[in-house]
């Protein structure tokens, strides 16, 4: 992350602390509850931390923002095709305003599955996400004013300047900006 970087994050998410450490915590992890507890009864879980992270998101975003922005969700782990490809932060933004039009769109596709960042002990740099990653060209128009990329976790910042890198190629002059449910809070011995 650079000091220019526009980012904004609702709450805090304390890594190996457990879905009871905060409500932060427990929306995060709902959300991640994987595609094979479709249909079980935890995954109502699933449902309500959206509609929470829809209603947490539409609460900081002004009537502007969410009447121009286009927003882009960073893709998951898994290609589109894959079962285990999850949207729930594309879910999350159609449920912000749900009976009014906004802008979203899954403008970034990733081209190669990956592990989830949340499972995984080593992490990418973001010129190595960014070539998974590629421009959907059928949603590139109308020219957009301004991004805003959105996910759940802002951790290490590496998949948003890894979205942040492929938009401004793309659209050279349009801002890109990040919204996060939760950043990651340092553990005592990264501070």
């Known amino acids: 992350m650079q000091e220019n ?57 002004s009537k502007r923002a969410l ?5 882009v969700p960073i893709p998951p782990s898994r290609v589109r095709d894959d079962p285990d490809y999850d949207d729930r932060m594309v879910q999350v933004l ?14 970034i596709v990733q081209t190669t599955n990956t ?19 590629q421009i959907d060209e059928e949603l590139t128009s109308p020219q957009p004013e301004a991004f805003v990329v959105v996910d759940d976790v802002l951790t290490t910042g590496a998949h948003f300047k890894a979205a942040q890198s492929v938009l401004t190629k793309r659209f050279p002059t349009v801002p890109v900006r990040g919204l996060f449910i939760a950043r990651r809070a340092l553990e005592q011995n990264e501070e």
Not at 67 to 71: I, S
Request: a positive charge; glycine letters at 6%.
């Open 67 to 71: 009447d121009t922005y286009t927003f």
């Open 5 to 61: 970087d526009v980012c904004a994050f609702i709450g805090e998410y304390t890594a190996h602390a457990g879905y009871e450490h905060s409500q932060t915590n427990q929306i995060v992890f709902n959300l991640k509850k994987p595609m094979n507890r479709r249909g079980k009864s935890d995954w109502r879980y699933k449902a309500a931390a959206i509609a929470e992270a829809a209603s947490a998101l539409g609460s900081v975003l």
């Open 115 to 133: 592990a989830p960042v949340h499972g995984s002990v080593t992490r990418m740099r973001p010129g190595a996400i960014a070539k998974l990653y």
């Open 94 to 107: 159609r449920e912000i305003r749900p009976s009014q039009r906004v802008d979203v769109r899954e403008l």
